[in-house]
């Protein structure tokens, strides 16, 4: 007697259940809005333009030596201060953000052990990772645009609107500087994508939301060590931290866009290659967690 064969597991034949309906980007950005960190990291970067406003303060107005840059002209002006917010942050603080929120968001559903039961539910593997990145790249830009929005604030409350002074001497109107300054945070948030896309990938590889974004911010700070190596010369262009002060082209008298393109090119194929081989690898992977 032979046992009768089993029922096909197809879950699209659950009543009520249709894929595109699961994990909504409204569920899962409320639920990544209410964790302590985004509230942390977003209070840091807010404050961050009242710390060094009262830095000035207390030290006074900056010195301009013979190189001058956005920090020596930061009290000329609020456009000046939010250029010279961006200035600080890029390379290092806004690296932190993008890979924070794109690198703990599986795994520290993983180390929850919370993982499969959203698989279970049943959310589709590659609708999960599209939903957590899509959610976790959009907390990182906004976390991106809130550091030079309130530093734009702060400074024009501190030293008043007026145009912005460039490194060169020239200046732009403020009615230039702005659409210019909107277009260097773009290009802020494309070229920090590969940091999100790697710290993602790392995130469908651990269970270790630590390991996700602290290797990705390691790696990060590997590259640009190794773009301050002059001696490998024209490798550096391959770098992604070789373009991050490309920005600084918008705010030039004439646009410049060869730098900002190179750069932006850059970032997104690598962030592509790496997206893929995290979509690849967690749809081979047996989840436990």
Known sequence: MTAPAPAPADTAAAPGYRPGRTLPLRVEAVRQLRRRRTMVIGGVLAAMPFIVLAAFQIGGTPDRPDRTTFIELATASGPNFAATMLFMGTGFLLVIPMALFCGDTVASEASWSSLRYLLAAPVPRARLLARKFTVGLAFSAAAI?????????????????????????????????????????????????????????????????????????????????????????????????????????????????????????????????????????????????
């Open 145 to 289: 645009v809130l550091l030079p929005l309130v530093g734009l604030g702060v400074g024009t409350a501190a030293y008043g609107w007026g145009d912005l002074l460039l490194p060169t001497g020239a200046s732009l109107p403020a009615s230039v500087a702005l659409p210019r300054l909107a277009l260097a945070v773009a290009f802020v948030v494309v070229a920090e994508l590969v940091v999100g896309a790697l710290a993602f990938w790392l995130s469908t590889a651990t269970d270790a939301p630590l390991g996700a974004v602290g290797g990705a911010v390691f790696l990060t700070i590997v590259t640009g060590v190794l773009d301050a190596i002059t001696a490998l010369g024209g490798l550096r262009e391959w770098l992604p931290a070789h373009w991050n002060y490309a920005w600084a082209d918008a705010l030039q008298p004439q646009l410049e866009w060869g730098g900002m393109l190179q750069g932006a090119s850059l970032s997104v194929s690598y962030s592509l290659v790496l997206l893929a081989l995290a979509f690849r690898g967690f749809a081979r992977k047996d989840v436990v967690s």
